[in-house]
Antibody, heavy 122, light 108 residues
Framework: QVQLVQSGAEVKKPGASVKVSCKASDYTFTSYYMHWVRQAPGQGLEWMGIINPGGDSTSYAQKFQGRVTMTRDTSTSTVYMELSSLRSEDTAVYYC???????????????WGQGTMVTVSS | EIVLTQSPATLSLSPGERATLSCRASQSVSSFLAWYQQKPGQAPRLLIYDASNRATGIPARFSGSGSGTDFTLTISSLEPEDFAVYYCQQRINWPPITFGQGTRLELK
């Protein structure tokens, strides 16, 4: 069935970078936008940005501009989110989530990955 | 940035009761409002999109209404599996896409 499978938990030191992967299956990877959302422990959901796997264009939340990079590999139907200059406040579960397709860029997020816990600690 | 304010923060009800959750936007989002359910240790699940459309596989006891700045998620008769945290989300004026802070629906 349609699913997104993310990479495993990471522990990083402050100042380091982390790269989380999200592999899509059972749908046309290049046809649907992919979003990244994070959730700090006990907190709400925070949108980080979007990538168009079909064209590689991206848009990031201003809060993460300069620290986040979203990329994709069409040969493996995988999107990546890299966050640099990590600090303790970046400790969170990171989710990828499928958005709309084509002109429907404003569609809701219908499929979510299982989440990847990233812990930033010295 | 559009701010979404959900109320109440916590709602305590019993199975079989009706739940009414509110989401208010700081400016109009037309009908670009979605609702998600999240259970502990799980990813969010899409319940309602475009304010009033149930997502695939979502039971009919879940319904959404509203447009502009005021929205409501109603669960007509609570089942034990409905106790969770619910988030609203707007996607009309972005970046950034924003979420409400969540309403925790707990067992009374």
């Amino acid at each position: 069935q349609v699913q997104l499978v993310q990479s495993g938990a990471e522990v990083k030191k402050p100042g380091a970078s982390v790269k989380v992967s999200c592999k899509a299956s059972d749908y046309t990877f290049t046809s649907y936008y992919m979003h990244w959302v994070r959730q700090a422990p006990g907190q709400g959901l925070e949108w980080m940005g979007i990538i168009n796997p079909g064209g590689d264009s991206t848009s990031y939340a201003q809060k993460f501009q300069g620290r986040v990079t979203m990329t994709r590999d069409t040969s493996t139907s995988t999107v990546y989110m890299e966050l640099s200059s990590l600090r303790s406040e970046d400790t969170a579960v990171y989710y990828c989530a499928r958005g709309g397709s084509g002109s429907r860029i404003n569609d809701a997020f219908d499929i979510w990955g299982q989440g990847t816990m990233v812990t930033v600690s010295s | 940035e559009i701010v979404l304010t959900q109320s109440p923060a916590t709602l305590s009800l019993s199975p079989g009761e009706r739940a009414t959750l509110s989401c208010r936007a700081s400016q109009s989002v037309s009908s670009f409002l979605a609702w998600y359910q999240q259970k502990p240790g799980q990813a969010p699940r899409l319940l309602i999109y475009d304010a009033s459309n149930r997502a695939t596989g979502i039971p009919a006891r879940f319904s959404g209404s509203g447009s502009g700045t005021d929205f409501t998620l109603t669960i007509s008769s609570l089942e034990p599996e409905d106790f969770a945290v619910y988030y609203c989300q707007q996607r009309i004026n972005w970046p950034p896409i924003t979420f409400g802070q969540g309403t925790r629906l707990e067992l009374k």
